[in-house]
């Protein structure tokens, strides 16, 4: 399967501050990339689809000023959460995806914790 | 709108099978059953999927019922590193983004 890094794989951060979480495919050109977020015990949540060179198409209840993403090559997207808060605090997921590609391909995760 | 129901939790002994079920009533015709595990605190994994007929893979078999309503997912001998929340997905395209359920936490007893 596909090798999909993201770092950091956890981040604490003050509120008010702005944390950026890259996610790369290493063997796997990425031409959409998936972006979810996982609260406790809860399943995952879609926040946002990027195309590579596009902007990204953010689900309903997703601050698309606050959650900035960049899909600018084949093998990296960074989701950048400005002005955190604690509210904002979860398990962040990338996932490559690709037409054709029925295997979905997904990142370690990265912690966020606001303080 | 998951559009599967999968049983909250399931037990099962080590290196016992263990066969997660799946339904899936209202599956169209084009839809791909995908099954997925994730570990804790781990992003999910890719497991297997199929479209009509049974699979198998070095992780586990699918078994698809014939008229596609229903689905199972076959760990031939379940290990401790198997304990992990699966999901049961239908996706129409590769394009498609994946909807997540609830899933089913498989747990292994030793």
């Known amino acids: 399967g596909a090798v999909v890094s993201q770092h950091p794989s956890w981040v604490i951060c003050k509120s008010g501050t702005s944390v950026k979480i890259e996610c790369r495919s290493l063997?796997?050109?990425?031409?959409?990339m998936f972006w979810y977020r996982q609260f406790p015990k809860q399943s995952l949540m879609l926040m946002a689809t990027?195309?590579?060179?596009?902007?990204?198409?953010?689900e309903q209840g997703v601050e698309k000023d606050k959650f900035l993403i960049n899909h600018a090559s084949l093998t990296l997207s960074t989701l950048t959460v400005t002005s955190a808060h604690p509210e904002d605090s979860s398990f962040y997921i990338c996932?490559?995806?690709?037409?054709?590609?029925?295997?979905?391909?997904f990142g370690p995760g990265t912690r966020l914790t606001v303080t | 709108d998951a559009k599967t129901t999968q049983p909250n939790s399931m037990e099962s002994n080590e290196e016992e099978p263990v066969h997660l079920p799946c339904n899936h009533s209202?599956?169209?015709?084009?839809?791909?059953i995908h099954w997925y595990r994730q570990l804790p605190s781990q992003g999910p994994e890719y497991v297997i999927h199929?479209?009509?007929?049974?699979v198998n893979n070095r992780m586990a078999s699918l078994a698809i019922a014939e008229d596609r309503k229903s689905s199972t997912l076959i760990l031939h001998r379940a290990t401790l590193r198997d304990a992990a929340v699966y999901y049961c997905?239908?996706?129409?395209?590769?394009?498609?983004?994946?909807?997540w359920g609830a899933g089913t936490k498989l747990i292994i007893k030793p």
């Open positions: 996932s490559p995806g690709a037409r054709g590609h029925y295997e979905q391909y």
């Open positions: 063997d796997f050109q990425a031409t959409t």
């Open positions: 990027s195309n590579e060179g596009s902007k990204a198409t953010y």
């Open positions: 209202t599956i169209s015709g084009t839809d791909y």
């Open positions: 199929g479209l009509t007929s049974n």
């Open positions: 997905i239908l996706r129409p395209d590769s394009n498609y983004q994946l909807i």
